[in-house]
């Protein structure tokens, strides 16, 4: 009787191990053609990867002239007050896990933003880009081999289709204070649910 439970409980861990040991070599695969190839994923800073209103607003607040570089200092300084999307920022972790370099796309002026760029070198230890104005991010999107584009604005979804990029929606929070066009699923791209949050 003893004897049987034993090699039930061997039997058991040996299943377990197996599974643990597939499951990594799928893993070690799929990791190592995704970087030999070296396949990129993009996604754009505002509102798709993080909800960065509070940082808008405190440099609209403290500072006179809206788009100064004043302005851009602040907002690039404020990235304490942004939050990480649940959804996009766990799916470009993902992403990253399974070695795919990960391009971060900011609208923004560069303006103080060496320390936003630092912030963010665990996910995109070279990949992030202050673009300046959106219809530039085509420009960086050729430079690589981008399977996935991840956007908030119709602008978005137009410079990955500029660039050949397959492009996914993400969804705007309820408090986005983004002033640029958007209609989800409106040109044709695929919408990631539940991505408001």
Excluded at 58 to 66: F, T, Y
Excluded at 88 to 112: E, H, N, S, V
Excluded at 117 to 134: D, Q
Excluded at 175 to 182: G, L, Q, T
Aim: include cysteine; aromatic fraction near 10%.
């Amino acid at each position: 009787m003893v004897l049987k439970d034993v090699r039930a409980k061997v039997e058991k861990t040996w299943t377990t191990a197996k599974k643990i040991l597939a499951a990594m070599s799928v893993w070690g695969l799929v990791f190592s053609l995704v970087t030999i190839a070296r396949l990129g994923v993009a996604f754009d800073y505002d509102d798709t990867l993080v909800h960065s209103q509070e940082s808008f607003a405190k440099a609209a607040r403290s500072v006179q002239q809206l788009r100064s570089p004043e302005y851009w200092k602040v907002v690039n300084s404020s990235y304490d007050l942004e939050t990480p999307k649940v959804l996009p920022y766990g799916l470009a972790c993902l992403l990253r896990a399974f070695g795919f370099r990960i391009l971060i796309l900011a609208d923004r002026q560069a303006t103080g933003g060496d320390a936003l760029k630092k912030e963010w070198r665990h996910l995109a230890p070279k990949g992030f880009a202050f673009v300046g104005a959106p219809e530039n991010k085509h420009l960086h999107l050729q430079d690589g081999r981008f399977v996935l584009f991840f956007g908030d604005s119709d602008r978005d979804m137009l410079e990955a289709k500029n660039a050949g990029v397959p492009a996914v929606r993400v969804r705007r929070g309820g408090k986005s204070v983004a002033a640029d066009e958007y209609n989800p699923g409106r040109l044709g791209e695929q919408v990631l649910p539940l991505s408001q949050f």
